[in-house]
């Protein structure tokens, strides 16, 4: 059968734009759409039948196929050689395929409403799969759109490509939107109906929520803390339990913030109606006693007794926390049970004591919580240990049994420095004392007061008593004290040589001696120096620096 080719293209370029489907997409859709409702026609699923669509030729077929047998046995499915050479217009042998064609335009109504409720279900699966395609990365995310009408059962918002539809019980108590308005929605899936397939979005649900928590908390948006579960009654109250990774972070007071800062931005973001959304922040408890008692909060919790197995608990509060506990209109509890995921049954404490009820108190559990975080901690500093101990003896190139080398500490430390300075101070120790000259005092003169004052002092003449003899006993003992502190340092250098070696020295290391030969001759050639310098100066002749001494 020919058919437009002009219109079928615009057709399918229409299901594209408004749709977004391809165009191959939605001729693969229509074909399975006539195969099965051509089945459905001729009574038998599993009836051989084709159709085939060729734009480009302009070819739109469909057919039933049959197999060319010798004997038939099946008449739906079969066709015997002599009837096929009979009807058709080639010969056929065993084995071929015998088309039955059917003109388009002589197709029964039912069939083709069959096609057309067909087509429109898989035009929704294809449309759900572009629609996943598109937003499965903002699924369990928030979105902004824009609200292009609202009434009393809903609101369609505009999110880009598509529009959403945001029912009255995903809405937040009684807000209300205008036209225009720009608001965030939270994407919850992808599904389908019979009107196509659809993005489902709420503003109500927990998961609205925590995603607003975590664009307003750095704390939370980071992972530093940790949203454990939330309870949620749009409008109303939530709660939300809380934990963090690091134990100097509070985590409830860091979703609080300095005076509600942070939270009142969340808060903010819930609604804009008459009253707004309370929101509990609670620290989660790995003790589940312990998790229930705050999960009731802002009530104050005496005491409790819990049932794990019947996951129930019975709780005990304070005679004047007992609306409180309850909540208005029960919403307290009902979140706490949300919340904690058991069942739970609150008692005052004045009948509690009446009727001889035995809970443990809140300082019991309080003092046990505490006792099993310090073993953790400590466990953790043991583990942490042990694996920096397995780390480094898994280490490549390390010996059996290798045990890292720590900082040496010594007594005393010195450096070049200090050994220039105690050279010093011996070379000093060891010069000989000055020579004093006496000098004769000049007869007592008149007090200041009588002596005349234009006459000068007259000069007083200086004279030496130290002889020859002398200076030279006296450059003796300077050079054999030299002799004797040149030999001291060296012996002491090479004590302190051989302690340090000895102090570093393993102790199954082999003795070696401290100086190799080369550095035994230089010490030695040294001494021969010294020796050398000693006898120059003892074959000074004095008697040449005799005229400096005469007396004159």
Do not use: W
Request: glycine residues 6%; hydrophobic residues 35%; contains cysteine.
């Amino acid at each position: 059968m020919a058919i437009n080719v002009s219109e079928v293209n615009a057709a399918l370029e229409l299901i594209e734009v408004n749709k977004g489907i391809s165009r191959e997409v939605v001729i693969e859709a229509l074909k399975e759409a006539m195969m099965k409702a051509f089945r459905k026609s001729l009574g038998a699923d599993d009836a051989l039948v084709g159709v085939d669509i060729d734009l480009d030729k302009g070819i739109f077929e469909m057919y039933q196929i049959k197999n060319v047998v010798k004997e038939v046995e099946d008449d739906l499915l079969e066709i015997s050689v002599e009837d096929a050479n009979e009807k058709g217009d080639k010969k056929y042998k065993v084995g071929d395929e015998y088309r039955i064609p059917v003109a388009l335009d002589e197709l029964r109504k039912a069939m083709v409403l069959s096609i057309k409720s067909l087509l429109r279900q898989k035009f929704a699966e294809a449309e759900k799969e572009v629609l996943h395609e598109q937003f499965k990365d903002k699924i369990n995310t928030l979105i902004t759109g824009r609200v292009e009408q609202y009434d009393e059962r809903g609101a369609t918002i505009n999110i880009g490509k598509t529009s959403v539809y945001l029912p009255r019980k995903e809405m937040i108590k009684d807000e209300k939107f205008t036209v225009g308005e720009t608001i965030k929605l939270y994407v919850n899936d992808v599904a389908s109906s019979t009107k196509g397939a659809h993005i489902v979005v709420s503003r109500a649900s927990e998961g609205f929520l925590k995603a607003v928590m975590t664009e307003e908390i750095h704390d939370i948006y980071d992972g530093t803390i940790t949203i454990v579960s939330v309870a949620r009654e749009a409008g109303e109250r939530s709660k939300v339990a809380v934990t963090s990774k690091d134990v100097n972070v509070d985590p409830a007071g860091a979703c609080i913030g300095p005076n509600g800062s942070r939270i009142q931005k969340v808060v903010s973001q819930l609604g804009n109606g008459s009253s707004k959304e309370k929101i509990d922040i609670i620290t989660y408890k790995e003790n589940i006693a312990l998790y229930i008692m705050e999960s009731l909060k802002p009530a104050t919790v005496v005491g409790i007794k819990v049932d794990e197995e019947a996951k129930s608990a019975l709780v005990v509060v304070k005679d004047d926390s007992l609306s409180l506990a309850i909540g208005r209109k029960g919403v307290n509890a009902r979140l706490a049970v949300k919340l904690t995921g058991y069942h739970i049954d609150i008692k005052i404490e004045s009948e509690a004591l009446e009727e001889g009820l035995e809970y443990q108190s809140f300082e019991e559990l309080s003092a046990i919580d505490l006792e099993e975080k310090a073993a953790k901690i400590a466990e953790a500093q043991r583990q942490t240990l042990v694996y920096q101990g397995d780390y480094a003896s898994s280490l490549p190139g390390l010996p059996e049994g290798y045990v890292a080398p720590q900082e040496r500490k010594y007594e005393s430390e010195s450096n070049d420095f200090d050994e220039t300075l105690e050279e010093v101070a011996e070379s000093e120790e060891a010069k000989p004392a000055p020579v004093e000259t006496p000098v004769e005092e000049a007869p007592a003169e008149a007090p200041a007061e009588e002596a005349a004052p234009s006459e000068e002092a007259p000069a007083t003449a200086v004279k030496t008593t130290t002889t020859i003899e002398d200076l030279e006993k006296s450059l003796e003992s300077s050079a054999q004290s030299k002799k004797k502190a040149g030999q001291g340092k060296r012996k002491k250098k090479v004590e302190k040589e051989e302690e340090e070696e000895s102090s570093v020295k393993h102790a199954d290391t082999p003795r070696m001696s401290i100086y190799t030969e080369e550095e035994l001759k230089e010490l030695e050639e040294e001494e021969n120096l010294e020796e050398e310098y000693e006898d120059e100066e003892e074959d000074i002749d004095y008697d040449d620096y005799d005229q400096y001494y005469d007396e004159d």
